[in-house]
């Protein structure tokens, strides 16, 4: 095995989940909300790290926010409050799995499965999309920690260990699971 190739990480990813969508023309009422809050609503197909949080637009008018982890309930209800009027929000924490993969050969070893052009130079740091991977819905995002995946819950487990497998060639490794805080606190490596 080549050295650039070694050292991929595959970790599962502790984070709140909350789909917020704006009402009908109701969608820059929403992103001035959003920006109050300190979590400004990107550009579809863009994520955005700010204060903490990580958000994600991967379908129009429809955005998917990660936040630190709450008691059960906590985040949704801050967004719901927040929304009424301007959009809905819902918790998709238990629905959604969130994993992270970082090292130098993460875009070749999904290059096997992605429908996805993941060139550094097409799939910038920042670009967010949705995809299949191993026959699952996934949505990718691409950090400057490395990429974040979300999947359904139900199916995470499939991808993970697709993602086991597959990325033995490249020396992936599991490591423990991180928090929201750690992966958007961490450099590119």
């Not at 109050?36 to 637009?57: D, K, T, V």
Request: hydrophobic residues 50%; aromatic residues 4%; proline residues 5%.
């Amino acid at each position: 095995m080549h050295a650039e190739l070694a050292g991929i990480r595959l970790e599962a990813c502790s984070a709140d989940i909350v789909e917020v969508s704006a009402r009908c023309g109701r969608a820059a009422d929403l992103a001035a909300l959003a920006r109050e809050m300190g979590s400004p609503l990107p550009a579809f197909g863009r994520a955005a790290i700010a204060g903490g949080r990580l958000a994600l637009c991967v379908r129009p008018e429809r955005w998917l926010l990660l936040e630190a982890r709450a008691p059960a309930g906590t985040t949704a209800a801050l967004w719901q409050a927040a929304c009424a009027g301007y959009g809905v929000a819902v918790d998709l924490s238990s629905g959604l799995a969130a994993l992270h993969l970082a090292g130098a050969a993460a875009r070749a070893m999904l290059a096997r499965t992605c429908r996805l052009d993941l060139d550094p130079c097409v799939f910038a740091q920042g670009v967010a999309a949705a995809t299949i991977m191993a026959q699952v819905p996934a949505t990718l995002a691409s950090l400057p920690s490395g990429l974040l995946l979300l999947t359904p819950s139900t199916t995470a487990r499939h991808l993970r260990e697709w993602l086991a497998a597959a990325g033995k060639a490249f020396g992936l490794s599991s490591e423990p699971d991180l928090t929201l805080a750690e992966l958007l606190g961490r450099d590119c490596r």
